[in-house]
């Protein structure tokens, strides 16, 4: 039992990898839908550095909740019976799928759409799913039965979507590209999306604890400020949308339609910000909710 705070690098892991992977949903909508120049996509590959840093920063973190960090070594000797042999499997693929893109688009080899772009994005939107899946799967233990719900897989897809929301349109913001007309709509309303899909998850494990006990007490006495967590959760996440609502400016263009111009890059960093702070609240409120039991 406690705060959390012993699965710190955990948290920061299951924060920041699943949002840098979830910011490439956001990066094939603007590819797709948005057509940018050769120009526009240059600078979006320059940019795609964001979302390498965060899933760099965050398996490196993962490396520190190890007792011995030799042991990564071995990690991956559980494939396909270890859950978290399989959540870091799935994040290397990822991560190695999403630096080759990063290379190519750097060097030029890739087009400004379509093509090659196109089929690299599209996996990687989807493997950002899986990603997340994979990462919330690792939690379903027998022994942990505060974790062992599917609610936990739930939220943690929800958390990928809001933080990747946010990274994702910092990218564009950095990268001054010119949004179609949809996009405050798609990136705000993913993030939207994320933040009712995490609360619901949230809900549900919530909605359980009373019924879990072991010889100390019950789950629901190992945080007594959950209630308040959740809303500081909900408030960061409902301030990140609508930030990412208003950071857009719409501007008319030859002919008389209306675009939406690069985002502003202050209010995109701190829906970013917000964000993560929102995500880590709940990230540490769920390790603190660890109850083992012996079978």
Known sequence: MGVGMEHAPLAIFTTLAPMAAAS????????????????????????????????ALGMIASFFHLANPMNALFVFSGVGSSPLSNELLVTVVFAVVALVYWILGLAGKLPATGGARTVLL??????????????????????IPTWNNPATVVQQLGCAWLGGAALGALVCAAAKVELPKSSKLFIAGFGALGLVVALVGVALQSAGLESIANIWGTAAALEPQLGMLIALFALCGVAACALLFFAGAAKPQNGGAAAVVSMSSGVALVAVIVAVAGILIIRFAFYGLFMGIAI
Do not use: I
Not at 27 to 55: I, N
Not at 136 to 141: F, P, R, V
């Open 24 to 55: 490439f949903v956001v990066l094939a909508y603007v590819f797709l839908a948005g057509k940018p120049s050769a120009e526009e996509a240059k600078r979006l590959d320059k940019w795609t550095a964001l979302p390498a840093v965060f899933m």
């Open 122 to 143: 599209l996996v990687l939107a989807v493997g950002s799913v899986l990603q997340a899946l994979f990462c919330g799967l690792a939690y379903l233990m027998d022994t």
